[in-house]
Nanobody
Framework: VQLVESGGGLVQPGGSLRLSCTASGFTFSSHGMSWYRQAPGKERELVAYITNSGAGTNYADFVKGRFTISRDNVKNTVFLQMNSLNSEDTAVYYC???????WGQGTQVTVSS
């Protein structure tokens, strides 16, 4: 199993980023997928979840209306579109397969002017 995240970086407050997580080594379309994040000195927390088909999604309250999780089961990729970013969104963002379970290596998102 492999999860490779990309798309992180430095962005100004109010800006946007799109994270990608490309999966291999398992039947991607059979698994729900999650994005988590961990800020310095804080516990890892769930950001969003999407069902295996993409028909269902759940979000943490602190990202509702700003972030959107989606997936492409042909490309074996899950996305996290992040809009209206603020400094509190600064963290390492991880892709996660709940049922296996398995974590990606993470991608750093820094929101700063």
């Amino acid at each position: 199993v492999q999860l490779v995240e990309s798309g992180g970086g430095l962005v100004q407050p109010g800006g946007s980023l799109r994270l990608s997580c490309t999966a291999s080594g398992f039947t991607f379309s059979s698994h729900g997928m999650s994005w988590y994040r961990q800020a310095p000195g804080k516990e890892r927390e769930l950001v969003a979840y999407i069902t295996n088909s993409g028909a269902g999604t759940n979000y943490a309250d602190f990202v509702k209306g700003r972030f959107t999780i989606s997936r492409d089961n042909v490309k074996n990729t899950v996305f996290l579109q992040m809009n209206s970013l603020n400094s509190e969104d600064t963290a390492v963002y991880y892709c996660y397969i709940p049922r296996l379970p398995f974590w990606g290596q993470g991608t750093q998102v820094t929101v700063s002017s």
